[in-house]
T-cell receptor, first 113, second 110 residues
Framework: GENVEQHPSTLSVQEGDSAVIKCTYS??????FPWYKQELGKGPQLIID?????GEKKDQRIAVTLNKTAKHFSLHITETQPEDSAVYFC????????????FGGGTRVLVKP | DVKVTQSSRYLVKRTGEKVFLECVQD?????MFWYRQDPGLGLRLIYF???????EKGDIPEGYSVSREKKERFSLILESASTNQTSMYLC?????????FGQGTRLTVV
């Protein structure tokens, strides 16, 4: 089955700096790659996703890049703010109904003011 | 506003008890999932269901079972709770792409 690895497990950045989280996946059939943010006491929420027919996607301060050949994808957060402090999860799946999402181990991001 | 609701935020149960965790979604999604979240291990899939009365084992099904009698409700059952099942349990439902999560149930088995 699919295996997703995520690095780093913790990331501390100064407010205003950029944060980058990297994930690799094993199943070349995976074609949907979402990123979830989990704030304290809440369930994960989708912040951005990318499909395998796209190399990069941006939404304001966040962007995701995908390298299908190397089977890795990354989350980039620019101009970090204290409210970006959270746990971030990457995931991979086949974008069809019923297919499970396989998650990485998570990255705890701390933005220091 | 879409919703996945888990019946309890916090539960404390004794070893050997049978435990039911309930999840309800209002999005008419076919697919529902139970994950377990432990520090450093991410979200691990316990069971999922792609239709009423249909279920599939995930990566860590041992010690758990599930029930899906209605489309909107997916229940996780711990047949005989053990201390190593102390964890955060997350329910999710999914249509074609995005999965929506409940707020989680923190279960402590003593």
């Amino acid at each position: 089955g699919e295996n997703v690895e995520q690095h780093p497990s913790t990331l501390s950045v100064q407010e205003g700096d950029s944060a980058v989280i990297k994930c690799t996946y094993s199943d070349s059939a995976s074609n949907y790659f979402p990123w979830y943010k989990q704030e304290l006491g809440k369930g994960p929420q989708l912040i951005i996703d990318i499909r395998s027919n796209v190399g990069e996607k941006k939404d304001q301060r966040i962007a995701v890049t995908l390298n299908k050949t190397a089977k890795h994808f990354s989350l980039h957060i620019t101009e970090t703010q204290p409210e970006d402090s959270a746990v971030y999860f990457c995931a991979a799946s086949i974008a069809a109904a019923g297919n499970k999402l396989t998650f990485g181990g998570g990255t705890r991001v701390l933005v220091k003011p | 506003d879409v919703k996945v609701t888990q019946s309890s935020r916090y539960l404390v149960k004794r070893t050997g008890e049978k435990v039911f965790l309930e999840c309800v979604q209002d999005m008419d999604h076919e697919n529902m999932f139970w994950y377990r979240q432990d520090p450093g291990l991410g979200l691990r899939l316990i069971y999922f269901s792609y239709d009423v009365k249909m279920k599939e084992k995930g990566d860590i099904p041992e010690g758990y079972s599930v029930s899906r009698e209605k489309k909107e409700r997916f229940s996780l059952i711990l047949e005989s709770a053990s201390t190593n099942q102390t964890s955060m349990y997350l329910c999710a439902s999914r249509g074609y792409t995005e999965a929506f999560f409940g707020q989680g149930t923190r279960l402590t088995v003593v």
